[in-house]
């Protein structure tokens, strides 16, 4: 299957890495075509789902076939116990796969809640925690190490159906990163030694709901997106010191969006890489080498979750809390305010994402209403839908995103229940697979194998002998 041509970060890849020791505004930018892409997914260039949503930003996995049946006794290769909690997806580098936890430690203390305005549905601040990143042998879920990047009492527990520990990590092979919100930004190497850290104070969240935007790494650039309560940023950290590249202040509350870096083509057809952040009422390219805003468009409600996804020069956004959007954006020589302009592709109001990000499987959208089971498929360019929503009558409440490989999807509910949908106009129920725990975060995909973590289990799931 041919994947679109992506105009993104995930096009600079190879290039990115090559220019390791290259300025940002120095490194070269270059469009690839679709068959272009093709080849270098053949070779293995994009094999790696290295960061949340997949190697391609999109949730797709294009060269992975792996199984679609599944069970507690059934195409398990290795299921490992982990420490305390965390909603992180799982990343995979060569040898290795990263989560990241919170680990309560020590007695129990006198529970109290934040105190932030609009509190409610939230776990009382009750223990101190341990803030671990993890590498495990990808071979077999051995735990290579654990290591402890910060101990404190957290400033806010969060809301009942998140963790302390909700961002994915990213990794380039060389170093993972990752990001506990009040309790810092971390890198470490492939042997758990911390390389550097920040620290960029509390981050006090809307109703004290807990942080969970993920960073995003481009070339030489780590990009985090800092929105709460009090003094929202962006900032570009050198990858390999944590010093700062530039940093701009937003006009934002609190998003649990992440950026993501997309290549956007001029009148001239020159590219230029951009970020792409959502928040409340707008969402904003900013320019990858200066900071400054590019464009924006409004539109969009508060406590923005969903991540967008990005393909043939198109951005989507959506979310859905005091109202629900949907929005397509054309971004060919995009400038300003770009909010009722032709610009626009389409917009719809009705079954928006909440908290699983959107799917985008060549030109297919496929998302789900607010966090139930209820799916719908879009054709993107067009906006029309194809076939629309549908129930998905095996599931329940969804906060994992759907994922995509070999012409399925993968849809896993908070029970732990995946149901396999076949990539079609009408998609039908290829398998749906039951495991023993609750499961929140998002699948990975690569080669033969989907890992799945759960509340208490990383699960690496493959075709075995059994």
């Known amino acids: 299957?041919?994947?679109?041509?992506?105009?993104?970060?995930?096009?600079?890849?190879?290039?990115?890495?090559?220019?390791?020791?290259?300025?940002?505004?120095?490194?070269?930018?270059?469009?690839?075509?679709?068959?272009?892409?093709?080849?270098?997914?053949?070779?293995?260039?994009?094999?790696?789902?290295?960061?949340?949503?997949g190697p391609l930003g999109t949730g797709v996995s294009y060269d992975a076939k792996p199984p679609v049946e599944w069970s507690t006794t059934k195409n398990i290769r290795w299921k490992?116990?982990?420490?305390?909690?965390?909603?992180?997806?799982?990343?995979?580098?060569?040898?290795?796969?990263?989560?990241?936890?919170a680990i309560p430690v020590g007695p129990k203390l006198s529970p109290r809640m934040s105190g932030r305005p609009g509190e409610h549905d939230n776990l009382p601040i009750d223990s101190r925690y341990q803030f671990v990143v993890i590498g495990i042998d990808r071979r077999n879920g051995a735990i290579l190490w654990q290591r402890v990047v910060r101990e404190?009492?957290?400033?806010?527990?969060?809301?009942?159906?998140?963790?302390?520990?909700?961002?994915?990590?990213?990794?380039?092979?060389?170093?993972?990163?990752?990001?506990?919100?009040?309790?810092?930004?971390?890198?470490?190497?492939?042997?758990?030694?911390?390389?550097?850290?920040?620290?960029?104070?509390?981050?006090?969240?809307?109703?004290?709901?807990?942080?969970g935007a993920s960073p995003t790494l481009y070339g030489d650039s780590l990009i985090v997106n800092w929105d709460h309560e009090d003094g929202s940023f962006l900032v570009i950290l050198d990858k390999r010191t944590g010093k700062n590249r530039w940093r701009t202040e937003r006009r934002e509350d609190t998003s649990w969006s992440s950026p993501i870096v997309i290549e956007c083509k001029d009148s001239k057809g020159v590219v230029h890489p951009q970020i792409v952040v959502c928040g409340t009422d707008q969402?904003?390219?900013?320019?990858?080498?200066?900071?400054?805003?590019?464009?924006?468009?409004?539109?969009?409600?508060?406590?923005?979750?969903?991540?967008?996804?990005?393909?043939?020069?198109?951005?989507?956004?959506?979310?859905?809390?005091?109202k629900r959007i949907l929005i397509a954006i054309n971004l060919e020589d995009a400038h300003g305010d770009l909010t009722d302009?032709?610009?626009?592709?389409?917009?719809?109001?009705?079954?928006?994402?909440?908290?699983?990000?959107?799917?985008?499987?060549?030109?297919?959208?496929?998302?789900?209403?607010?966090?139930?089971?209820?799916?719908?498929?879009?054709?993107?360019?067009?906006?029309?839908?194809?076939?629309?929503?549908?129930?998905?009558?095996?599931?329940?409440?969804?906060?994992?995103?759907?994922?995509?490989?070999?012409?399925?999807?993968y849809v896993t509910d908070l029970s732990g229940t995946t149901m396999v949908l076949s990539h079609d106009q009408t998609p039908k129920t290829v398998a749906v697979n039951r495991l023993d725990e609750t499961i929140s975060a998002s699948a990975a995909i690569e080669g033969d194998e989907i890992f799945l973590r759960g509340e208490k289990h990383l699960f690496c799931i493959g075709i075995t002998t059994q």
Not at 8 to 26: E, F, K, Q, T
Not at 157 to 167: K, N, T
Not at 369 to 391: A, C, E, L
Request: hydrophobic share 35%.
């Open 1 to 53: 299957m041919t994947p679109p041509v992506l105009s993104n970060r995930y096009g600079l890849l190879i290039a990115g890495l090559l220019a390791i020791s290259v300025p940002v505004s120095a490194q070269s930018v270059t469009t690839k075509t679709a068959d272009q892409l093709s080849r270098e997914l053949s070779a293995g260039s994009f094999s790696h789902w290295n960061q949340w949503r």
């Open 80 to 101: 490992t116990e982990l420490p305390g909690k965390g909603h992180s997806s799982p990343v995979l580098g060569d040898d290795h796969v990263f989560v990241t936890a």
């Open 152 to 211: 404190e009492v957290p400033l806010e527990a969060g809301h009942i159906s998140g963790s302390l520990a909700s961002a994915s990590p990213v990794t380039d092979g060389e170093f993972v990163f990752a990001h506990f919100g009040s309790q810092g930004v971390y890198c470490l190497n492939l042997q758990g030694d911390v390389v550097w850290e920040r620290d960029f104070g509390p981050m006090h969240t809307k109703h004290g709901h807990g942080h």
């Open 283 to 322: 969402v904003r390219g900013f320019d990858l080498v200066s900071g400054e805003i590019v464009w924006e468009c409004r539109g969009m409600s508060s406590n923005v979750v969903a991540t967008p996804v990005y393909a043939n020069g198109t951005l989507y956004v959506g979310s859905s809390y005091e």
């Open 341 to 409: 302009t032709k610009h626009v592709v389409w917009t719809r109001t009705r079954n928006s994402p909440y908290v699983p990000s959107m799917l985008l499987y060549d030109d297919f959208l496929y998302f789900l209403s607010h966090y139930q089971n209820i799916m719908t498929r879009v054709h993107g360019p067009s906006g029309k839908d194809q076939p629309g929503p549908f129930r998905l009558g095996e599931l329940g409440n969804i906060y994992s995103s759907p994922v995509a490989a070999n012409g399925n999807i």
